[in-house]
């Protein structure tokens, strides 16, 4: 810490459970500005800041489980200066100008967390960390922590230098864990492996973390455990983002016994009071060992770490290390493959990795329906981008957002009798809109992944433009969604979906009720205390959710600090203006408010009374598609599209004659009711090109990539 305030880059190798985010935590709350968090894992973040959160510690993350409404509004918070602790995943980077944004808030520390991810992962898991030192630079170069738990003197030194760092502080201490004790446990194969998982589970109380392999291994593992009555949950990345944190809640509020995970799962988990750490399968070296049982008894209290072996396990692994790897051959033919893409004498391209796969000529040990392709295609990039052969920059993603107009197939068909379609866009037609009907609403669709349908491999076979072209299957997606929405299809419009409290206690109809009574309090008290406002006002949560309470609302410092925020975005869509009212973050129980000139009270008040009525309008318009024999439920998964919602304004002629901008405000209304945790926004259904800008570098020019590379 002492090397940290005193604007030192610094190097952290502390054991799991010695206090590394610490390091980085306590200097954020001390220094002036942002504290950014490179984080690999979305259950590092959520965990994480949820801790903070519950010390009073302003702190978010921001990662692909967010919808756009929720990163901007999380953005927003930290341009008013109302976080300390900002963690985002690197590639977050990889996306428009995230960087520059960043850096325009002021970062006093970048801190990387699991830092080994830029040695070991970088090769074979997170190319996007091998490019952090450029996120360094785009940030203003703040002074830069990096930690981990485990790393070698070349992993150290590796690190050091994709970072830059400057002369780095390297704070380095032992592994011992003197409350842990080992166990090696020797079985014939894998049904003895499992009755002895089951007594070890029955000989040791507390939870458990069961480590295996692959996922199948361990969705099998998982289920067999419950079979056996053990209380089990399977955790890995092929579950969906709401399965995940169903998963990880369960595990941190002891509702499972144990959690039978990959070895993602665990890194930067906060919980300390693990009693047991099982390996079903033999890790792949000594250091992830140690990362992974290092998850055991962080409490400082006696805890088991127990590795169940086969003599199969070894090659096992040594099968999917060889698996994972890419010889010298595949990073060469890939870098012929983008230097082909960029027909003439191009400078640059942009291009996804299914497109590079796609290529004819492209003789490679990479399978296009290998679920790692486009990792290990994103892997040979960073190296060729470490051998100065080109320069990956930002992604460019192009995004179709429909919904179908048809119910089904049959449907879709009876209206395609009278198109005069050939037999090939016929085919192509069903198969993407199958594709379409068949994924869940709150996924959506990579263009690679339509591009694998065997319509569209078809299609392509043989097509000389294609083979030309690596753009143009993706085109040809695109060019067919455009063509299905002219014929009536399917409709340019937003789906979405969202969670409702539903039949239960603080259902989201009487959540609203509260939180909207409270916002209209809030307002008049704050108008009582200072009826001619002037300047930055101090603004103190405790003495405000005193006041409401004591006028009869349901009410607390964090709804305060919520609805304070809402009042602040509400120029967003209703008025069209910049707003009535600016926030600033001032410590941790107060704010400053700025009433901006023009704008009294009232008007302030009729502002947010439109929010409110447009709020209440759209939850009405949610619940009013729930099924009236339909079970309680406080996740209740409601489909909607920004349609209707844009239909029930029609239809209150008053509302809709006093709103500006529509989508904005519809917009502004969800996300009022998502910060007020009435409903929570998912994702919606989209197909996405997400494409990897890549730059030649001119003296690299013929250049081959090299053994010595």
Known sequence: MESVLAGRDTLVILPTGGGKSLCYQVPALVLDGLTVVLSPLISLMKDQVDALEAKGIPAAFINSSLSAGQISDRLARAQRGELKLLYLAPER?????????????????????????ISEWGHDFRPS?????????????????????????????????VLALREPEVVLTGFDRPNLRWHVVRTKNDAEKDGTLVEVLARHEGVAIVYAATRKTVDRVAHMLTRSGIRAEAYHAGLDDARRREVQDAFMSEHVRAIVATNAFGMGIDKDDVRLVIHADTPGSLENYLQEAGRAGRDGMKAECVLLYAEEDCERQFRMEAFSELSRRDIAQILRSLRKAARGDKKEIVITAGEILRDEDLQIDIDLQDRMADTKVRTAISWLERASLLRRDENVTHVFQARPLVQNLDEARAKMAGLNLSSTEHSLWIAILREIFNSPPTESLAVDQLALLPELASYAKGNRAASANPEYLSAKVFKTLGSMTQAGLMKRDMRLTAFVRHKVVDHSRLRLDHVLAADRKLVDVMALEQPDPEGWLPASLRLLNQRLCDEGCSSSSELVSSLLKSLSEDGRGFAGTQGSVNLRFSGRDTYLVRVRPGWTWKAINDLAEKRRRLASLALDTLLAKIPSDAPARADFLVEFHFEELHQAIDRDLLLRAELKDIDAAIERALMFLHEQRVIILQHGLAVFRSAMTIRFEKEARGEKYKAAD
């Open 93 to 117: 980077f990889d996306f428009g100008s995230a960087a520059e944004r960043i850096a325009g808030m002021g970062v006093s520390l970048l801190a990387i967390d699991e830092a080994h991810c």
């Open 129 to 161: 960390y091998r490019r952090v030192r450029d996120i360094r630079e785009k940030l203003g170069s703040p002074p830069t922590i990096a930690l981990t738990a485990t790393a070698t003197p070349e992993v150290r030194r590796d690190i050091a230098r």
